[in-house]
């Protein structure tokens, strides 16, 4: 019988080790024995994909505002809190970084503050992921379930996930979560690992729906989602999920 091999992806880069979201996260993941890295991306003033997590800059930056309310220009002049000066980055940056590692893209397509999906920014992802030749590798991911139906009908990429928030998770239930996945035809659902055991994931097996999860970051949560069976696990500490992995 074979042995089920859980996949891992740097979360935000692996911001436990490096500023989040930041070219020196995303260059050190790029040479780790990891599957993929996951970036989050909003929408600039003038359209481009910006890596950030947050809608607003305050966070994690010098600067202060809605990602939306600069330009990609300005955006690049912002730095990052801890990053000895490295500012925010566009997404064809850190694409950039792994044409030539066997690290795959996780991209987080993200909503406005208001929780609104941005007008493009999916065909504007997917448009870098072609010039960097790297759509057929990457996966898309996003808690917006007919954003992700839009990165499906489009087509092209490694595969896609649908997130679920708690109260999203708690208030479909698992029938609810499995009927949705199915009607999108979404080949995987990803949840915080909190909320996930033996019997929901049985359940998504037998459906046929993958399961991701993210918030796996010390030993005990890893190894519980590895004992699992889960598809992915994106951690904030790679190079101990890759250890325990083994």
Known sequence: M????????????????????????FRATAGLALEQSECDVHASADGEAIVMHDATLDRTTDGSGRVVAFTAAELSRVRLKGG??????????????????PVAPRIEIKEDVEGRPYPGLVARVLGE???SGLRRRSWIIGFDAPTMAEVA??????????????KTWQSLGL???????????FPEVGVHESLLDAEACAALRA??????????NHEASIRRML??????LATDDPPLAIALRG
């Open 207 to 216: 459906a046929g729906v993958g399961i991701s999860v993210w918030g796996a």
């Open 2 to 25: 074979t042995r089920h091999v859980c996949a891992i992806a740097s979360h935000r880069g692996g911001s436990f080790l490096w500023p989040e979201n930041g070219l020196a996260a």
């Open 175 to 185: 029938t609810g979560t499995i009927a949705v996945a199915t009607a999108y035809a």
């Open 153 to 166: 009908a489009m087509g092209g990429v490694a595969g896609v996930a649908w997130l679920l928030e708690r």
């Open 129 to 131: 992921l072609d010039r």
């Open 84 to 101: 000895g000066g490295e500012t925010v980055p566009r997404l064809a940056e850190m694409l950039a970084l792994y044409r030539e590692s």
């Open 227 to 232: 004992g699992l069976g889960v598809d992915l």
